[in-house]
């Protein structure tokens, strides 16, 4: 069944509401180049888009620290301030460069805990036009399993259409 959110009707298959907030998405942020503003944007309707997502948001890479993550715009309950690369999901993420798609947050070694509903993750490293590591986004769920290969597609479409396009 489809759903409305804001003025948009959402398609009840995965892939196609994927799809109808991506282009949302780009239209809403068409010609605004602050990066704070697109970070949010991106947060609120990518929330607000589907049931399975508990807490969603950015860590962005501080640039006055070394190999470190600063927490971001996000939806949901307080996260965690900083994380350092490597550490966490999002640690690991942004240490590797590639998505992180964790099906039992339990099961990963480092996890870390800011709210202890989340039961599966999927975090996206974001790229700059340079290709430079800019932050990562970062989808929590209170489901396990929540997240599978269509959410990792389209999330890393999405990031690269909204912040990695010169
Ligand atoms: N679970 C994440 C930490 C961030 S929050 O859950 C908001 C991780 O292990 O990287």
Redesign the pocket.
Known sequence: MAEAFNDVVLPADKAQRYAAVAEEIASVLDGEPNLTARMATVSSMLANSFDSYF?TGFYVVDPTKEAELVVGPYQGTL??MR?AFGR????TAAATRQTQLVPD?HAFPG?????GR?AS?I?VPVFDAGGKLIAVF?V?SDRPAAFDETDQAWLERIMAATFSQG
Request: aromatic content about 6%; proline content about 0%; overall charge negative.
């Open positions: 807490w996260g965690c994380i966490g999901v999002c640690g947050v996890h870390i805990a800011c709210d989340s993750e975090v970062d929590d």
